[in-house]
């Protein structure tokens, strides 16, 4: 009686393999809530590609973690480096690394102080240099990369892993932004040919390396990797209760009324697990800010679409989800399914912690 993700597992795999050979050089990302599977899960079948780089013609030597909190995660599951996406400060858990766990670990510069305060700590350290982008986040400009080679070549850092382009999500290609980049960090001298590349296509990677034959380009790639194959995974909940009411009747925490004759369905999942916490999409077209007025009105009203679906159909929520279930109107007329039948649910896997999750 759960939330639960289940993965057909032999489609899965197939995937995986897939998508690491249609990359050569892959650093595959395990964050946050590992997309849904945990990131230990996901570190396990990291050292499962690796093991199978015969077939896919590309040794996964190196893993991405989001932050140095998830380094545990995964370092007792995976047995090569470990890439902390999250830039390196001078505090908390980026200076509270196990020394078990501390040689394997690459970490990510943004700033050239930084550069130094992590080299007089350990002149062995291992690092990215990471460029600012057109998102802005994090990362140096072409003159603080200038001056972070000078500070490679003077201490004679024997650390440097490569350059680190975190790149924005949008159709348009890529390829003008990566270029400059890339002409910038030759220009400001930095001793490495090695570049660490986001939300790039296959095509414009096989055109990067046809530009740059000298360089090596290795995409870290996260979401089309485990969740490039949506048929692959099935999300369901469990129906708990069931209760036929009346036009009128009393239901809930706030004590709604219901405004029909039907069926008040009690199923698993709620804000614990993200169900109706909807991450922004991000979307700037009419059409998206018009629906989510919509939503905002049928919120208003107290009749919002559900996430979960019976035969086919959505289903409203009859009022906002609880901590580990929620309510669903069924209109009276339409099929109410037994307790303990599953139903389908449609997740933003990155935003949802599951109860199970079963690979076949």
């Not at 997309?35 to 899960?41: A, D, W």
């Not at 370092?75 to 501390?102: F, N, Q």
């Not at 490495?192 to 990067?208: G, I, K, W």
């Not at 194959?229 to 036009?247: I, K, N």
Request: hydrophobic share 40%; charged share 20%.
């Amino acid at each position: 009686m759960s939330l639960r993700l289940t993965v057909d597992g032999p489609r899965w795999r197939a995937h995986l393999l897939a998508t690491a050979a249609g990359h050569p050089g892959i650093v595959p990302v395990a964050k946050g809530n590992g997309y849904g599977f945990t990131i230990g899960r996901l570190a396990r079948r990291v050292q499962w590609l690796h093991e199978h780089a015969e077939q896919t013609g590309t040794p996964v030597d190196l893993m991405a973690v989001g932050t140095y909190r998830e380094l545990a995660q995964a370092a007792s599951r995976y047995a090569g480096d470990l890439l902390v996406l999250t830039p390196w400060r001078p505090v908390g858990g980026a200076v509270e690394v196990p020394e078990a766990t501390d040689h394997r670990v690459v970490h990510t510069i943004s700033r050239v102080q930084d550069l130094r305060d992590l080299t007089d700590r350990d002149p062995g350290a291992r690092f990215v240099l990471e460029q600012l982008t057109s998102m802005r986040r994090h990362g140096m400009t072409r003159r603080e990369l200038a001056e972070a080679a000078e500070v490679v070549a003077d201490r004679r850092l024997p650390g440097l892993r490569g350059l680190a382009l975190h790149l924005p999500l949008n159709n348009a290609s890529h390829l003008g932004e990566v270029t400059r980049l890339v002409n910038d960090a030759v220009a400001a001298g930095i001793a490495t040919r090695t570049v660490f590349v986001s939300h790039l296509t296959r095509d414009e990677l096989v055109r990067l390396r046809s530009t740059y034959p000298d360089f090596s380009f290795r995409p870290r790639i996260g979401t089309d990797l485990w969740l490039g194959d949506r048929g692959a995974l099935t999300v369901t909940s469990t129906v708990l209760d069931v209760h036929p009411l009346d036009r009128g009747e009393a239901f809930g925490y706030r004590g709604r009324s219901m405004p029909t004759s039907g069926h008040l369905l009690v199923v698993s999942g709620g804000t614990a697990h993200g169900i109706g916490l909807e991450a922004p999409s991000g979307e700037q077209s009419i059409r998206a800010r018009a629906a989510t007025l919509a939503r905002g009105g049928m919120d208003a009203a107290g009749f919002v679409r559900s996430p979960f679906s019976i035969d086919g159909k959505q289903r409203l929520f009859a009022e906002p989800p609880h901590m580990q279930a929620s309510m669903l109107f069924v209109p009276s007329g339409a099929r109410v399914p037994a307790i303990g039948e599953d139903i389908d649910v449609r997740v933003r896997f990155t935003a949802t912690d599951f109860d199970d999750v079963v690979v076949g």
